[in-house]
DNA sequence: GCATTATTTTGATGAAGACGTAAGTATCTC
DNA sequence: GAGATACTTACGTCTTCATCAAAATAATGC
């Protein structure tokens, strides 16, 4: 059985996620740490006002956190989070492997057919 | 460094997990598969018609296939595009085990510093 | 065939999301 | 302090989402 989490930080790490913009900032910050939002949004084909909102939606996802150095605003992957999300993923694991192995029989008794006929 | 995955397929499937009703309806289906319409939408706090739409929703998404048997419709699960969100997720996981080797090492430093002050 | 049951189609509506523009506030540089 | 730079706030708009209601379709059982 698959547990049924409806806490509203999970559920606010999955809408976060539900986007392809978001998941590439977090992509972008992945492989270098602590951009602005100038060197973030240059990747995004919107503004960077549209780009600032995702940023938020990822802060108060937990996320993303920030800190502010003079007038930038630094911006930290936070891949905590994300474990939640691979977690619930991960219990439907088992489901897939049964599948594969329902496949891997009826394969074989396809076979046995072939040399018994 | 993450691989960013745009796929319209995967974005489909990140959209339909953003909602913890749909992800309840997948738990539901993990539980007893090839369930009807009014089986499943008798655990959610909504009408049946909003049921429904989620439900096409995960199966636009291929997440869940449909079988019509008579004036029934019986829902199955289907956990493969699933593993397409735990491996996504599963990409961040070194980063999060890098950050608790540096907490690891942190603490080790905290208790050396007690040892000789 | 007729009443019942299961599902679907087709709007309607209010809320939330995804942008954009314009003006405002800090901060840095010179 | 004047001008440039980085970010924010405060809107407006257009789309998509979530939900419900009412009517339509289809299958079952007697």
Redesign the pocket.
């Known amino acids: 059985m698959v547990t049924y989490n409806s806490s509203m930080e999970v559920e606010h790490v999955f809408?976060a996620l539900?986007?392809h913009?978001r998941r590439h900032l977090l992509d972008l910050l992945s492989q270098t740490d602590g951009q602005?939002?100038?060197e973030l949004c240059a990747h995004l084909p919107?503004?960077?006002?549209?780009a600032?909102?995702?940023l938020r939606?990822l802060e108060e996802a937990g996320l993303v956190t920030?800190r502010k150095?003079?007038?930038?605003?630094?911006h930290y992957l936070n891949p905590v989070p994300i474990q939640g999300v691979a977690d619930w993923a991960g219990q439907y694991h088992r489901f897939v492997e049964e599948r594969m192995d329902r496949l891997e029989d009826y394969l074989q008794e396809l076979q046995q057919k072939e040399k018994l006929p």
């Open positions: 809408k539900a986007d913009h602005t939002l100038t919107m503004t960077r006002f549209g600032m909102k995702h939606i920030t150095v003079g007038r930038e605003k630094l």
